[in-house]
Every structure is written in structure tokens, then in C-alpha cells.
């Protein structure tokens, strides 16, 4: 079973960037698809992007598409979510998530493994 930890979170002014990462351990991150999810207060937790194992295959909310781009380093067992442009409603905290299924997937479905969280304020 795999194990997730987020890190980048931080506070940033709107138009400014941060990269969040995800360190995978425990299981072999190769195997599983991956995504990231973020939860704004009083809301529920939405889909943002997700990447296939071979990173051949890339999925992302509407809301962040041009913006945000996913990627991720097999070799070193991370996840990363480049976050550019942002703005005050990207304010949220953000979960890395892993899924036996596919990628697609992530979009319509919760996924097997979620990571604690870290948190993105932008500032307007």
C-alpha cells in the first residue's frame, strides 16, 4: 500500500506560481495512476488533473486547464503540480491521489489513496 506526502503549499499573491509535490513510499508508485484533488472550505473536494503511469495520458478540470500542468518522476517517486497564473479561487487545500484504475478515471470516481493535504492560499 502505497504512502502519499504533499509539500510546496504556501501562500502566493494572485498571478504568481507554486509547484506542489507528492513523495510516494511504501508501494511501487510505477503502478498506479495519480491525480490531485483540492477542497476549498465549505466546499467539497473537486478533481484538478491527473496522469497516467507512463505520463502518456494527462487530464484536468476546466477551471485550471492552461494554467496548471501535472507531471510526475517515476524515478524519484514523486508526483508535481506546477500551478501558474493562480487566483483567488485556487484557494484550497490540495490532495495527491493514487488509483489502481486508470487516470480517465479520477474525473468520475474517488481514487484508492489520498496523501494528508497541504495548503494553497492565493492572496487577491
Known amino acids: 500500500q502505497v504512502q502519499l506526502a504533499e509539500s510546496g503549499g504556501g501562500l502566493v499573491q494572485a498571478g504568481g506560481s507554486l509547484r506542489l509535490s507528492c513523495a510516494a513510499s511504501?508501494?511501487?508508485?510505477?503502478?498506479?495512476?495519480m491525480g490531485w484533488f483540492r477542497q476549498a472550505p465549505g466546499k467539497e473536494r473537486e478533481f484538478v488533473a491527473a496522469i497516467s503511469w507512463t505520463s502518456s495520458s494527462t487530464y484536468y478540470a476546466d477551471s485550471v486547464k492552461g494554467r496548471f500542468t501535472i507531471s510526475r518522476d517515476n524515478v524519484m517517486n514523486t508526483l508535481y503540480l506546477q500551478m501558474n497564473s493562480l487566483k483567488p479561487e485556487d484557494t484550497a487545500v490540495y490532495y495527491c491521489?493514487?488509483?489502481?484504475?486508470?487516470?480517465?478515471?479520477?474525473?468520475?470516481?474517488?481514487?484508492?489513496?489520498w496523501g494528508q493535504g497541504t495548503q494553497v492560499t492565493v492572496s487577491s
Open positions: 491521489a493514487g488509483t489502481h484504475r486508470s487516470a480517465y478515471s479520477l474525473q468520475y470516481s474517488l481514487p484508492d489513496y
Open positions: 511504501g508501494g511501487s508508485f510505477s503502478n498506479y495512476d
